[in-house]
């Protein structure tokens, strides 16, 4: 293995790499080579490596383009149409119960796919592990990876027992698992450790989103260090092209996939592979759907949806580009606010939808520029990172269905350390347990606890109820001390 490298490392020429060189001039990226008679024959070497791994033309496509988008005035925007929603007040249970029974058909028929989005590392939390292994304190002590897994098994085994009383392992869901650079070795690690949570290893894909040059404001790339080019994970959005690269598209077509639910990693509360919100789905005919919930007031840090122009696509809009008058602007008709349906990164396509979208938006290649202070070479340089969005899909869809969901059952997300003002893992923690202390009365159980119920709870594993079902057998008639896990 080393012979090589060291071959490589003694041929490396006092001038760079001509052909290379003049590929970066073409580009005017040359800078990248600006310290090279500083650098020696293993730095050369790193540096021309880490250059040719990139692919320039697609790179300076996406640069000129985000560049050249930036700032421009985009088309007005309306109020989401009222017939695009369904509200939790509208939906009657001969829906809720059509919805589960075909979503669990769906489900037991091979062809709904779950899409987890875990790019991220719990910075922000203390931790430099994956979120995903990340624990919030429940009773059980389970992290947020396993407790997604175990939802998983459930809905199998509901949608198993849905056709004749199946046996559990006759329905699989595959799981695909977006990683990133800085989380891919440790989430696989942490799966093969926890035995795939039950699941069986094989219905689990790995894959790692992009990652992308950082730029100066005209456009040239970042040097991290005078022999590497600074680089930064593409955003959540990266997974339609990472989709498309690694073929998944393909694998879950061949495995006969026409549903994908796709989520952010970071919510314990989150349904995953909901039979209600796919049959739903299925039931509306569209191409892509979202969960919402009800923006809790007017300046809320959330993303709305929103009609993007006049009788156009639904689209998602920031917190910070919505002005404060439309952000505080009420629905005389429904006593809502007008801009009310925050996205929540719960989100459902068919996987034809999931072609068109990684084409349309690689043939577009316009991402959003955050700007940063980038380390590099200079110290902290101003400059932008360029991310595409999950939601970014929207535009691209001849019709989307939004499903209100309420927060206090679907989402409790886990984004600040504990003693932050809201997101934390105690928040969380606790919007668990109240839920399941309300499924557990409404099936005949009672609590004792020594401190107020309002800061404890039960926990009721995800392998006995999915949504609150099937528990009377367990609970009727039983008293739970809080805090404690409710299990078989």
């Keep these: 293995m080393k012979e090589p490298v060291t071959s490589n490392i003694s041929s490396m020429a006092e001038a760079p790499p001509q052909a290379l060189l003049e590929r970066l001039k073409d580009y005017g990226q040359e800078d990248a080579f600006a310290l090279w008679d500083e650098l020696s024959p293993e730095e050369r070497l790193h540096l021309v490596s880490d250059i040719e791994s990139l692919d320039l033309s697609r790179i300076d496509r996406i640069i000129r383009c985000s560049l050249r988008s930036h700032g421009l005035p985009a088309a007005a925007i309306e109020p989401v149409p009222e017939s695009s929603v369904s509200t939790v007040e509208e939906r009657s249970l001969e829906d809720r119960e059509k919805w589960w029974k075909m979503g669990l058909k769906a489900i037991s028929d091979g062809k709904l796919a779950v899409l987890l989005l875990s790019g991220g590392q719990g910075t922000r939390l203390g931790s430099s592990d994956p979120k995903g292994c990340f624990k919030i304190g429940l009773p059980s002590g389970k992290s947020l990876f396993q407790l997604q897994a175990e939802r998983i098994l459930c809905v199998q085994r509901l949608a198993a027992d849905a056709i004749n009383g199946s046996s559990a392992g006759s329905v699989q869901i595959h799981w695909y698992i977006m990683t990133s650079p800085f989380t891919d070795e440790a989430t696989r690690k942490f799966f093969e450790c926890h035995k795939y949570f039950g699941l069986e290893a094989e219905q689990v894909t790995f894959f790692q989103q992009g990652t992308i040059p950082c730029v100066s404001k005209d456009g040239r790339f970042i040097m991290e260090s005078p022999y590497g080019v600074a680089k930064a994970p593409d955003g959540n959005g990266g997974v339609y092209s990472a989709l498309k690269s690694s073929r ?69 809009v920031e917190y910070s580009e919505l002005d404060q008058s439309l952000a505080s602007a009420i629905n005389q008709t429904t006593g809502r606010l007008r801009y009310c349906w925050s996205n929540v990164c719960l989100h459902m396509f068919t996987v034809d939808f999931l072609n068109q979208v990684a ?41 989307t269905a939004l499903f209100e969901v309420l927060r206090e059952e679907e989402f409790a997300p886990v984004k600040n350390a504990n003693g932050s003002n809201f997101d934390t893992p105690d928040s969380a923690r606790l919007l668990v347990l109240r839920l399941h202390t309300r499924w557990v009365v409404a099936a005949g159980g009672f609590l004792t606890h020594s401190v107020p119920l309002y800061a404890t709870g039960v926990e009721v594993s995800p392998l006995c109820s999915y949504a609150g079902e099937n528990l009377e057998a367990i609970c009727r008639g039983r008293t739970f001390h809080a805090p404690c896990e409710i299990t078989f």
Excluded: W
Excluded at 256 to 275: F, M, Q, S
Excluded at 370 to 378: D, G, L, M, V, Y
């Design 248 to 316: 998944l598209l393909e694998d879950m077509s061949a495995r006969g996939i026409k549903y994908v639910d796709c989520y952010g990693v970071d919510n314990a509360l989150v349904r995953v592979a909901d039979p209600t919100f796919l049959g739903y789905f299925i039931d509306k005919g569209v191409a892509s759907a979202a969960k919402v919930v009800r923006k809790a007031y007017p300046q809320e840090k959330v993303g709305v949806f929103v009609r993007r122009g006049k009788g156009g696509p639904l689209t998602v």
């Design 359 to 399: 084409n349309g938006l690689e043939k577009d290649s316009i991402y959003h520029l955050a700007e940063k202070k980038i380390p590099s070479i200079h110290g902290h340089t101003v400059g932008f990172k360029l991310e595409q969005f999950i939601f970014d899909a929207f535009p691209y869809a001849p019709s």
